[in-house]
């Protein structure tokens, strides 16, 4: 499919199916994350994620979002998103709902027993009690995959508006060559 076949009205319009191959293929090493889904409706983001903290306890993590604030240009490349109500943690029959915030320890020997997965995740993965932002210029391959797809734009390309469809995220891009 080329690009052209995105384009809705002059807007960009990523479904939901991409975004879960790129999520997919972002943690297919990683140990932690074993599985991960995202579905757009009604203007919300619903998050669904299988986490492994060994090979015995899995764990199932819910999250409801929308979507804030935003840049995307030559020097920021982030979204934030606001959680829409506490997260829901599936474990072994017990549902918990709570608030998540996720602050790492400032000391590089307290860290030495964190997985090695997890301390990258959060190199690009805010995790705040209202909300998450994402770094996408920290997210690895996600530049050298915008640099193949869309070549020198990228350093000129910018985003104006970023929208929730029904199962889509509609990006009206816009080229800035000052």
Same mark, same amino acid.
Not at 19 to 35: C, G, T
Not at 54 to 75: D, G, H, I, W
Not at 142 to 160: A, M, P, R, T, V
């Given at each position: 499919? =080329?690009?052209?076949?995105?384009? &809705?009205? *002059? /807007? @960009?319009? #990523?479904?939901?199916? #991409?975004?879960? $191959?790129?999520?997919?293929? @972002?943690?297919?090493?990683?140990?932690?994350? +074993?599985?991960?889904?995202?579905?757009?409706?009604? *203007?919300?983001? /619903?998050?669904?994620?299988?986490?492994?903290?060994?090979?015995?306890?899995?764990?199932?993590?819910?999250?409801?979002?929308?979507?804030?604030?935003? %840049?995307?240009?030559?020097?920021?490349?982030?979204?934030?998103?606001?959680?829409? *109500?506490?997260?829901? #943690?599936?474990?072994?029959?017990? /549902?918990? $709902? %709570?608030?998540?915030?996720?602050?790492?320890?400032?000391?590089?020997?307290?860290? %030495?027993?964190?997985?090695?997965?997890?301390?990258?995740?959060?190199?690009?993965?805010?995790?705040?009690?209202?909300? &998450?932002?994402?770094?996408?210029?920290? #997210?690895? !391959?996600?530049?050298?995959?915008? +640099?193949?797809?869309? !070549?020198?734009? @990228?350093?000129?390309?910018?985003? =104006?508006?970023?929208?929730? *469809?029904?199962?889509?995220?509609?990006?009206?891009? =816009?080229?800035?060559?000052?």
């Amino acid at each position: 499919m =080329s690009i052209l076949d995105y384009l &809705i009205h *002059g /807007n @960009l319009a #990523i479904r939901q199916e #991409i975004i879960n $191959k790129f999520l997919k293929n @972002l943690i297919q090493e990683n140990r932690l994350v +074993q599985d991960i889904e995202l579905k757009i409706s009604r *203007g919300l983001i /619903n998050l669904e994620a299988t986490l492994c903290s060994s090979e015995a306890s899995t764990y199932k993590v819910n999250l409801v979002m929308s979507l804030s604030n935003f %840049a995307f240009n030559r020097n920021s490349r982030f979204v934030e998103l606001p959680l829409q *109500g506490p997260v829901l #943690i599936s474990y072994q029959g017990l /549902n918990i $709902k %709570a608030r998540l915030e996720v602050v790492m320890d400032p000391d590089p020997v307290a860290r %030495a027993e964190t997985p090695e997965n997890l301390l990258r995740l959060m190199e690009y993965l805010m995790i705040e009690e209202d909300k &998450i932002t994402i770094d996408f210029n920290q #997210i690895p !391959g996600f530049n050298q995959l915008l +640099q193949k797809k869309l !070549g020198f734009l @990228l350093n000129n390309l910018e985003i =104006s508006r970023l929208e929730l *469809g029904e199962g889509m995220l509609i990006v009206q891009p =816009s080229i800035k060559f000052f």
